[in-house]
């Protein structure tokens, strides 16, 4: 039994990126199309979204927060999807899942409504560190970078 868990273990390590392409495919997907009636719902919509930062006691320009919170899911679900400037878009959203979840919180709807906000910011943090793996376009821009390519040490443009 032992070996067959080895077996299946190893076997599995084998298509870890095909893993993080699922992951990116599922998860960003599902993020554009929560943020697609937000980013285009127009400026009513993004005043009510942004009303919520008065949790944080910020009153001030409600439909800006509004849009940015549309924006970030919608274009940072996208650019998961892609693989495209996949940390900057994680960390878009682990805070903009942050301040639902602690919106959530505030409002009394307690942990059953806030909990998805939660278990999505921690898997946008995870992801953070683990990257978008080999079937992205930051894995393609990286390897494609002429003085990658040379020294094997990626340039920060």
Not at 77 to 99: D, K, P, T
Request: charged fraction near 15%; include cysteine; proline fraction near 3%.
């Amino acid at each position: 039994m032992r070996n067959l868990y080895f077996d299946f273990t190893q076997t599995m390590k084998a298509y870890q990126n095909v893993g993080l392409l699922i992951f990116r495919l599922g998860l960003g997907g599902m993020f554009m199309w929560h943020g697609f009636p937000k980013i285009f719902g127009g400026i009513e919509k993004w005043t009510a979204l942004g009303k919520t930062m008065g949790t944080f006691g910020i009153d001030f320009a409600p439909a800006f927060w509004g849009f940015m919170s549309g924006f970030a899911e919608f274009f940072g679900g996208l650019l998961i999807v892609l693989g495209l400037f996949y940390r900057l878009a994680c960390l878009m959203l682990v805070f903009n899942l942050g301040v639902a979840f602690i919106s959530q919180m505030a409002d009394g709807k307690g942990l059953m409504k806030a909990s998805q906000s939660l278990e999505d910011g921690f898997s946008f943090l995870g992801a953070l560190f683990v990257g978008p793996g080999k079937y992205s376009l930051d894995e393609y821009l990286e390897k494609s970078d002429p003085v990658t390519k040379l020294t094997g040490i990626p340039t920060n443009n």
